[in-house]
């Protein structure tokens, strides 16, 4: 508990920052919710847009804002903010020369590292806890009523997504010493992943054709429509779990620099 408490405290701030930055593109979504909701033009948008939104043929207006809302960008806060955090886990301590310090705790690096994880979720599921918070209080409190049930099953898919990202990362993050660089590295790849899955859509591609694309395991308008994404968080849990294997695995046997 104590090693918990040490990591979120040192967290905590970049925590607070990314939770108001969250919350607040969340508001700014549902604060211009009004004219396109009440108008109903989204369902009215070019076929080549709504291609990359999904299928929102039949589905309510509020449920069609929220797709919207979900999509552009509010996605890539949690995703984004979890690799930051899985790159403070091990890297930035090598970076900064405090590892030593680390190793020294009378304690396994499995119970080390482990607890350093178990801050890593935590604060993930803050940080969707909050977004999801501020989409629906905020509609609620415009008289606006979504299936905020299916909404927040995609939240939990979106919560997946980012811990899978985070737990790959983390990985990854076990042969990079140097922060800045895997800040590059990594916020880098996600933009990359998230512009491609984008293009790909905008291109038709099928969802099989898509297999490898990280953010195609989120298809906010399908989930709002059923409320079903097990398959695709089966997918995120196991390369959640190799990713955690892999960190573990390698923790154990990495020889850091002097």
């Not at 995703?79 to 396994?108: I, K, M, N």
């Not at 690096?109 to 935590?122: N, P, Y």
């Not at 737990?167 to 998230?194: P, R």
Request: with cysteine.
């Amino acid at each position: 508990m104590t090693l918990f408490r040490q990591f979120f405290t040192v967290q905590l701030r970049g925590l607070l920052i990314w939770l108001a930055v969250g919350v607040a593109l969340a508001l700014a979504m549902t604060r211009s919710a009004a004219p396109f909701i009440d108008s109903n033009s989204i369902g009215s948008l070019p076929p080549s847009l709504l291609a990359l939104l999904g299928d929102l043929a039949g589905m309510d207006p509020v449920d069609q804002y929220l797709v919207v809302a979900l999509g552009k960008g509010t996605m890539l806060v949690p995703v984004l903010y979890g690799a930051l955090l899985a790159l403070s886990v091990v890297t930035r301590e090598v970076d900064r020369r405090t590892v030593d310090f680390l190793l020294s705790l009378p304690v396994g690096r499995t119970r080390l590292l482990g607890a350093r994880v178990a801050v890593l979720l935590v604060n993930l599921t803050l940080m969707v806890a909050a977004v999801w918070a501020a989409f629906r209080l905020d509609m609620a409190a415009q008289g606006y009523q979504g299936s905020w049930g299916h909404f927040g099953a995609a939240m939990v898919n979106l919560w997946l997504l980012a811990v899978a990202f985070s737990c790959v990362i983390l990985a990854a993050s076990m042969w990079v010493d140097d922060y800045s660089m895997g800040v590059k590295l990594f916020l880098g790849a996600v933009a990359f992943a998230y512009l491609m899955e984008f293009v790909l859509k905008g291109a038709t591609v099928s969802r099989a054709g898509r297999v490898l694309s990280p953010f195609s395991y989120v298809d906010v308008a399908r989930v709002l429509r059923t409320g079903a994404f097990a398959a695709d968080a089966l997918v995120l849990a196991l390369a959640a779990a190799a990713g955690l294997a892999i960190s573990f695995w390698a923790f154990k046997r990495k020889q850091f620099p002097a």
